[in-house]
């Protein structure tokens, strides 16, 4: 198993501001992957992130928007830039552990107010 | 097409009861993985049992079981003797061969009664 924090646990940001989101892992992973839940929505993947490369986006997603840091093999950030209302969300982060099809485990989540 | 479909936004059940839970899923893979995953409503999302597309047996985890029906490409998951601490949101979830993305189901919320 992994143990997954994420920093901030809550926050309400203005409209237009950014936010940064760290998750940070108790074990090297290789694979770190950004989760959105939009309020009483199922989890959407935003993009798979791969120590010493670039992050890969799913369809609707973009870097501009998102971009994500991972800097070394246990800590990852996401940012949500030019915040909007619609982007109120709880924000995930998880780690593969294991090889093929193990389990992903998914850090606390942060919950995003845009006022 | 869906890949995850679970039919029951909402569901009840009597404490001690057991209950089940609806997840169908599509793929053409022959590989995959079948989750469950317990969010209760602080928001964190609980790991509950795994489900591998050549396991034989159906997965068990303590009061947790996956009933696996591989024809029928279903994965119900079955709580048994449920307590009030069961109550949350409940995710079926699927992963492709050896692909990065799990694809979610939109959630079963479980409420048990006293």
């Known amino acids: 198993s992994a143990v997954i924090s994420q920093k901030p646990s809550r926050d309400i940001c203005q409209r237009g501001t950014s936010l940064t989101i760290q998750c940070q892992v108790d074990?090297?992973?290789?694979?770190m992957f950004w989760y959105r839940q939009q309020p009483g929505q199922s989890l959407t993947l935003i993009a798979t992130?791969?120590?010493?490369?670039?992050?890969?986006?799913e369809s609707g997603f973009v870097i501009d928007k998102f971009p994500i840091s991972r800097p070394n093999l246990t800590f990852s950030t996401l940012t949500v830039s030019n915040l909007s209302p619609e982007d109120s969300s709880i924000y995930l982060c998880?780690?593969?552990?294991?090889?093929?099809?193990?389990?992903?485990?998914f850090g606390p989540g942060t919950r995003l107010t845009v006022l | 097409a869906q890949k995850i479909t679970q039919t029951q936004p909402g569901m009840f059940v009597q404490e001690k009861e057991a209950v089940t839970l609806d997840c169908t899923y599509d793929?053409?893979?022959?590989?995959?993985?079948l989750f469950w995953y317990k969010q209760p409503s602080s928001g964190e999302m609980i790991f509950l049992i795994y489900?591998?597309?050549?396991?034989?047996q159906n997965a068990t985890e303590g009061r947790y079981s996956l009933n696996f029906q591989k024809a029928r490409k279903s994965a119900n998951l079955v709580i048994s003797a449920s307590q009030l601490g069961d109550s949350a949101m409940y995710f079926c979830?699927?992963?492709?061969?050896?692909?990065?993305?799990?694809?979610f189901g939109t959630g079963t919320s479980l409420t048990v009664i006293p």
């Open positions: 998880s780690v593969e552990v294991g090889q093929g099809n193990n389990e992903q485990f």
């Open positions: 074990s090297q992973v290789t694979m």
């Open positions: 992130a791969n120590q010493g490369s670039e992050a890969t986006y």
């Open positions: 793929t053409s893979d022959q590989s995959y993985g």
């Open positions: 489900q591998g597309s050549y396991d034989e």
């Open positions: 979830a699927m992963r492709e061969g050896t692909g990065n993305q799990f694809y």
